[in-house]
């Protein structure tokens, strides 16, 4: 089933004769499109992509089954452009992404669009969790790509080198590695700045002993990889070598309970079995995995706060942490897919710790 039709039988089953889709994310999801400015208006009758000019001839090439409309073409906005549609076909209710339409969006909208106005919540979002097999290659492939480029890295890394040289050289091998050029993002940070559960790449040179962590991943045709891996830049002290232990063990641990029918809960609660009652109990993160596809934290979510149960075909990262202020921190994750009997890891890098 195209993706397309999963909202349109969506529609017919809530009575919505049309769907206005505005999350970027979502308008490849359901389009195919790869470009930017772009918000789709889906009806029973036709589909309606609306962009202005720049990306007229693109949408064109990778939309082709779209009607495309130019709302700067047609001196509006998009709530005008979808407004004159409503109106020419008569539609008496449009539903929309409550959580990616800005309330000053709305506010155009409700005064220009003459029918009910319906707030949707991860109705698109909900279809994206289980992958199709196409979607499975093009995330194996990513996978593939980011741990190749994990060997290539820490070649790289030694005393001297700054965390942003060596962020730029790791998107630089992705890259010809064959990823998409288009980076969202990725976390190359030292030292006691490990413990930064999102710490952006410094000028901080590397130094002898400190661990450094690479959060990271790339984009294949639009799906991306997620993973991290810690190293330590010559001898690991006693301390380092156990947190990496406990570490890896909660990794373990997590990907243990992981199957169709697990709760993110289960898989948090599984995550602190080896540092309860240690001295590192209080430094995990209460969010060890999320979902990914063509964005990078999608549900379903694993945590503290969880109720997401896992199925067969959704693929998620599994990332538990030590983050231990003032000292640093250590994460490692994986990219699973849930097969019907547990799971397959997508990243094929080496866990072990590395001394550099």
Known sequence: M?????????MEEHDLPA??????????????????????????????????SRYTEQASYECPEYEILNWREAGTTVAGTIAKVVEEKGLKAVGFEADEVLFSSYRRMEEVIKAELVPTQNVIETFRAVKSEEELAYSRIACDIAS???????????????EKELASKLSHYMVMEGADTKPYGGILISGARTSLLHGIPSSKAIEYGDFVLMDYGCQYNGYLSDMTRTVVVGK????QKEVYRLEQQMVEDVEAVMRPGATGLEAYEASLKAIKGTEYEKYNYGGIGHGIGVFVHEIPFMG???????????????????????????????????TKDGIENLITARKELIEL
């Open 19 to 52: 769907f206005y889709v505005s999350s970027p994310s979502n308008v490849r999801y359901i389009s195919g499109y790869t470009g930017d400015d772009s918000y789709l208006l889906l009806t029973q009758e036709k589909n309606y992509f609306i962009t202005d």
């Open 304 to 338: 503290s706060n969880s109720t997401a149960i896992l199925e067969e075909g959704n693929i998620v990262t599994v990332e538990p942490g030590i983050y231990i202020p003032g000292w640093g921190g250590v994460r490692i994750e994986d990219q699973v897919l849930i």
């Open 2 to 10: 195209k993706n397309e039709q999963k909202l349109l039988t969506y």
């Open 148 to 162: 190749r480029a994990f060997e290539k890295i820490i070649q790289d890394i030694r005393v001297g080198v700054t």
């Open 236 to 239: 690991a002290t006693p301390k």
